[in-house]
């Protein structure tokens, strides 16, 4: 047996913007265990239920994490909703669908980038980041925000769409579909981005379910599961196809990123074609009481939110369940038997996000 | 994948070589802000009636009411930006408007005092921790 040595990885990492930190244990160049340890970025935000109220916590769930800030506004708020038996009138419902279908481009773009990074493509990835600025400023003239929206509310969304913006999205969202196809394209078929990705972490159906792999991870290993389904939001009233590959490696997961843009593209021009008039908030009076469990589909996969209410203005538990959480351990069975040098490769290709899993 | 390919970028990266910059060339140009951005928040402080409910609903504490004295003060350093006070608000007299304060090395407080009415005039205002702004709701480098 080769000498074992232990090379510490993170959680400040060239390649890697997230604090992760793993202890890869090596013999020669393969890798044979990867040991996590996580809690660099830990802030205690789900203990806030307890000194900030319901209504103000709306505002502190979408600080979870800086991609996924719409998801996580919307899953709390769909959780206090449900307790509090309110329903959001449908034109919230699908303005909520419209951010929740920009974030993922946004954050499937953001992602593309940093694969293209990390392959040491770099024009490749000022390409990726220069279409999620459009998204990003179809965000700040609806929100008035780029990355923190604070739209959502108890009861529906604060801020209305009106017909020019629903125009100027639809046009946007043609634009970067029109420049999108060059660069999917390069991620797709170059033969340099496939020597590195191809037949990279094969992750099988079998292993993916077992593991509990969610989102495009779960998808690109052929499970055809998409939470989007359950139909919340105006997702009932929308056709959601789950997106899926069969090889289970890190191009497949790379695929399956790059379609759902395309859908998200689909589903934004739905959503705009049957928009409903009507009110965006309903009043909401009293407090939560009772308890409420949701699951939506981010950009990474599927969240759960948990919420606990008293009957009081605070909240007993806050509970949330992210993504790269349940991406990690088959992420862990993807690192065993790899050489060093694809480690930060495939740690990429679950998109972690260190911040939503600590909270 | 099908068909593989050596150049699929190559269109791109010289388009890219020979088109104009993508980013705007601040600070020779200004920044250009949609109207609903979420700037900084600004007080028209001769309707507001000291209720503090926009300090009560603020997350981060950024927010004190004196009902006392009638100011108004605001941490800018610990404001989010969030739009829950402008929300809260009865009377209508806060608002969150694109700009940016200017950026700065220690925490500050902005203070503003309501005018005395001309039929109840309230006792003087105490000296706040801040020079009381004259006038409220003016631009953030004129406010600072
Ligand atoms: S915008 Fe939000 S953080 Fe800022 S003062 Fe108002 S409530 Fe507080
Ligand atoms: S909520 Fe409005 S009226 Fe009440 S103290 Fe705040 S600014 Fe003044």
């Known amino acids: 047996m080769a000498k074992q040595s232990i090379v510490p990885f993170g959680p400040q990492h060239p390649v890697l913007p997230e604090p992760v930190h793993l202890d890869l244990v090596l013999e020669d160049e393969t890798v044979v265990k990867a040991v996590p340890s996580i809690g660099f970025v830990h802030r205690g ?21 800086g991609i996924c800030s719409f998801g996580h506004g919307l899953g709390y708020c769909q959780c206090v909703e449900d307790i509090m038996g309110v329903e959001a009138p449908r034109r919230a419902a699908y ?103 191809n037949g990279l972490g094969v992750l099988s159906a079998e292993d993916a379910k077992g593991m509990g792999a969610v989102g495009p991870m779960l998808r690109a290993s052929g499970v055809p599961y998409d939470s989007r389904l359950t139909g919340y939001a105006a997702y009932g009233d929308l056709s959601v196809e789950p997106i899926t590959a069969t090889a289970g490696d ?67 538990r806050f509970r949330l369940r992210t993504p790269t959480t349940s991406n990690i351990p088959p992420m862990l069975d993807l690192l065993r038997g790899c050489q060093l040098a694809d480690v930060a490769l495939l740690i990429l290709t679950i998109d972690p996000c260190i911040s939503c899993t600590e909270r | 994948m099908d068909q593989w390919k050596f150049t699929p970028f190559l269109h791109t990266a010289l388009k890219n070589l020979f088109s104009r910059p993508d980013t705007v060339a601040y600070p020779f140009k200004p920044a250009v802000y949609p109207d609903r ?108």
Not at chain 1, 163 to 177: A, F, K, N, P, Y
Not at chain 1, 274 to 291: L, M, R
């Open chain 1, 45 to 65: 935000l789900e203990k806030l239920v307890e000194l900030k109220d319901f209504k103000q916590y709306v505002y502190i769930a979408e600080r979870v994490c």
């Open chain 1, 95 to 197: 303005l909520r669908t419209i951010w929740m279908e920009m974030s993922r481009v946004h954050s499937h773009l953001l992602w593309l980038g940093l694969l293209a990074d990390a392959l040491g493509f770099e024009s490749l990835f000022m390409q990726s980041w220069r279409l999620r600025e459009k998204i990003l400023d179809m965000f700040d003239l609806t929100t008035g925000g780029r990355i923190i929206f604070s739209v959502n509310c108890i009861g529906g969304v604060l801020k209305d769409m009106d017909s020019g913006m629903l125009v100027q999205i639809s046009r946007t969202v043609d634009e970067i579909e029109r420049e999108l196809r060059p660069v999917a394209d390069t991620f797709l078929r170059d033969v340099t981005v496939g020597s590195r990705l």
């Open chain 1, 250 to 316: 890190s191009m497949a997961r790379c695929e399956v990123r790059i379609r759902e843009i395309y859908q998200s593209f689909r589903l934004i021009r739905e959503a705009i074609a049957k928009i409903p008039q009507g009110d965006i908030a309903v009043p909401v009076k009293g407090n939560p009481n009772g308890e409420s469990f949701m699951r939506i589909e981010q950009p990474r996969g599927e969240a759960i939110y948990y919420v606990k209410a008293n009957g009081t203005k605070f909240l007993d």
């Open chain 2, 37 to 144: 951005m979420r700037g900084h928040v600004v007080i028209q402080i001769e309707d507001c009636i000291s209720c503090g409910l926009c300090a009560r609903s603020c997350p981060p504490g950024a927010l004190r009411v004196d009902r006392a004295a009638g100011t108004w003060t605001i941490s800018r350093f610990d404001c989010v930006q969030c739009g829950s006070c402008v929300n809260a608000c009865p009377k209508k007299c806060l608002a969150i408007v694109p700009g940016y304060t200017t950026p700065d090395g220690e925490k500050h407080t902005e203070t503003f005092t309501r005018p005395p009415k001309p039929d109840a005039a309230p006792a003087q205002p105490k000296p706040a921790a801040a020079p009381a702004q004259p006038k409220p709701a003016a631009a953030p480098e004129q406010a600072q």
